[in-house]
Each structure stands twice: as structure tokens, then as C-alpha cells.
């Protein structure tokens, strides 16, 4: 009989490191954004996946009012605060009085907006309010606004909106380099253009060097290029400087006098044909 229940034992042990093993831990909730999830546009997947970075960081910030208000909140992006209780709660407050946790906003009923250095994500389905804004849900809006440099930082609630009918929410703001756009090449066309003739010439001397070289064997000045050619555009080039660049003007006279012919005077009569030989 000892054999039989050894066996099952050992079965057992084994089937509960299989089921150890394959099992995966639990992934965290993302953001859901409010309708069918066929519904959401491109615009709201790419300000999801901006904002992926600061998914994993954990931002805390307390407010006391007066001595009756004494809170403090805590906020994820697009995760729960706390996977372990499968509430979808994004932003939660905690009375540090009575320790009362309240729900203000659920990622599960998410809006995303942006504008040119601005993202906006708004948490709805938080609990409902008691005596105020008709017992509607609560509703938490978080303006991330750009700061390069600052992957976040200066997570501050700035008010709560909660004596209205209706459409009451709690408005918080952050800097994060996520909201900021994408910088644009300072190059200008001139400076491309500048940059592209660079290369030319670069490839021209490079180019040119090796082939002067290896194939037809030169040496020395002879390597550069198209030497003669360039020697005589620069022997050109300086000639027109000192043409144009000259201090003297064109029309000044000579600094010195040639002999002319009115100063030889007449041809003399007389010859030295005698001097030659007969």
C-alpha cells in the first residue's frame, strides 16, 4: 500500500511544478479608452503609446485645507494603483485622517486629447460623489504638459470642481517630455545644399586622389585632380584679382619714360658701308 501512495504523491509534486512553471504572471491593465475598442482612433493609440514610458513610475502628491481636508493622492498612467485589488482604479485619495480610500478615476474609462505641447488623460467611473454634483461619478483630469528633459515631474492636484451640478472633476497637472513634439531639423535648404556640395568636393579630391594614384601612378602635385587645369584657373583667378583689386588706377602713367623716337632724332647721312668687306 506504501508503494502505491508513494507513486501518487510523487504525481502529484510533479503536476504542481508543471502547473508552477507554465504559469505567466498576471500582465497589469492598460488604458481602456471609453467604446468598443474597434472604435478608438489612431490618434488615441499613438497618445497611448506616448505615454507608455511613464506607465511604470508611481506619482504621489498630498493637499491640506484648512484642518478638515487633509488628503492624499496617488496616480498611475494607465495602471492600476493597485493591481492586487482588480479595481481599475488609475487615481485614488486617502483621507490621512480616517485612512478612507475613494476612488476618483478608473482606467478602464479612459479619454485622451493633445494639443501641440499637451496631453490631456481623463480617468472617469471614480465612486460617485455623496452630497455633491448629484451623486454622479467622480472624474479625474490630468493635464501633462512639455518639458524637455523631464521624462515627470511636479505632479500637483490644482483644484476640484465639485459645486456644479453636474460635470464635476478633480484637475491635476505634471511636466513630461512625452507631451512635447517631435523636434524638427534646424537645417535649413541653403544648409543642406551647402552640406551636399561639401560631400561633392570631398568625394571629387578623395576620388580623384586614389584614382591619380593607384591607376595612373603620379606623384607628388600631380596626384590632385586635374592639377593643371586647376593651377591655370588659379593663375587666372589671380591675374583678375590684381586687375580688379589694384590700388593704382588704370588710366595713371608710367613711373618711368621710354625712348621714343622723336627723342633719336634724324638718320645720320652717313653710313659704314665702307666697312664692309669688299
Known sequence: MSSPCHTSAVLVIFMALAVGVG???SKEKSCDVIGDESSESQMEKALLKKLEPLSQMRFNTTVEIGTTENYTYHFRVCREVNSSLHDFAGLVQI???SGKTTVIGRINETQVFNGSDWIMLIYKGGDSYGRHCSGEKRRAVI???CKRGVTASS???ISEEREKEQECFYLFEMDSSVACPAEDSHLSIGSILLITFASLIAVYIIGGFLYQRLVVGAKGMEQFPHFAFWQDL???VADGCDF???SKPRNAPAAYR?????QLGEESEERDDHLLPM
Request: glycine letters at 14%; one cysteine or more; hydrophobic letters at 35%.
Open 155 to 157: 505632479f500637483s492636484i
Open 258 to 262: 621710354g625712348v621714343g623716337d622723336d
Open 143 to 145: 493635464m501633462i504638459s
Open 23 to 25: 504559469a505567466e504572471p
Open 244 to 246: 580688379v583689386c589694384r
Open 234 to 236: 588659379g593663375n587666372l
Open 95 to 97: 483621507d490621512r485622517r
